[in-house]
């Protein structure tokens, strides 16, 4: 497991009209990575953004950003969003035919590969691509949109990866995204978690510096 507990900011909550200088304001407050969740209509019921406003966020961003795609076809994007600036780019397995040669292609383009599922399917679903990637990512909400409450039954993937990592790769993320706050990020860090994604909780709060520093527990 990654030793130290990183806190990703989803700007999917914070206030679009001036997003660059919300990115410059969780970079101040101690954010690790920038998390940017990409939707696409089809694979969500939510559209959000694409490689031009990710090339955007990268002239301002200083910390890596970490790319959440929840779009069908990934392989057909995922050289835009990486020259676009990705550093981490996470596909849905349930999005694609393709998953262990879109991931591939992740990694030779140079960025860090990830693997997700939506909270309905079973962690099994990812097992064979784990060895092919630097992330899992747990939902813990339905993907599509932020404010949702924690789905508490879905820390069981947590263990199950955590498991996995002792034995075949301590270095692999551990990321949880849906629902973190103060409390729901313990239980995930108990369980193994080492990056937690939160939208609201950050972005709602006055304070982004103690929001941040209350998720590292
Ligand atoms: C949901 C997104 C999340 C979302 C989390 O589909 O993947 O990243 O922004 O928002 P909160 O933390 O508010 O649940
Ligand atoms: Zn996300």
């Known amino acids: 497991m990654a030793s130290v507990n990183l806190i990703a900011p989803s700007i999917l909550s914070c206030d679009?009209?001036?997003?660059?200088?919300?990115i410059k304001s969780v970079e101040k407050a101690g954010a690790d990575w920038i998390h940017v969740d990409v939707m696409d209509g089809q694979f969500v019921d939510n559209i959000t953004l694409g490689p031009p406003v990710v090339a955007s966020l990268k002239k301002v961003a200083s910390l890596p950003l970490d790319v959440h795609l929840m779009i069908v076809n990934p392989e057909k994007y995922v050289e835009s969003?990486?020259?676009?600036?990705a550093d981490i780019l996470t596909i849905h397995v349930e999005a694609?035919?393709?998953?262990?040669?879109?991931l591939n292609r992740i990694?030779?383009?140079g960025a860090k590969p990830?693997?997700?599922?939506?909270?309905?399917?079973d962690i099994q679903a990812i097992e064979p691509y784990l060895k092919l990637v630097d992330l899992a990512l747990v939902m813990t909400v339905n993907p599509g949109f932020g404010g949702q409450s924690f789905m508490p039954e879905q820390v069981d993937k947590v263990?199950?990866?955590a498991r996995w990592a002792k034995v075949h790769n301590p270095q692999l993320f551990i990321e949880v995204d849906g629902g973190i706050n103060t409390e729901t990020a313990k239980t995930c860090r108990q369980a193994g978690a080492n990056v937690f994604v939160a939208g609201n909780f950050?972005?709602?709060?006055?304070?982004?510096g103690s929001a941040i520093n209350s998720l590292r527990g």
């Open 107 to 109: 990694r030779e383009l």
């Open 81 to 85: 969003f990486i020259k676009a600036g």
């Open 159 to 161: 263990n199950y990866l």
């Open 114 to 121: 990830g693997i997700t599922l939506r909270p309905q399917t």
């Open 16 to 22: 679009f009209s001036r997003i660059g200088e919300e």
């Open 202 to 208: 950050v972005f709602k709060n006055k304070d982004y």
């Open 96 to 102: 694609t035919q393709n998953v262990g040669s879109t």
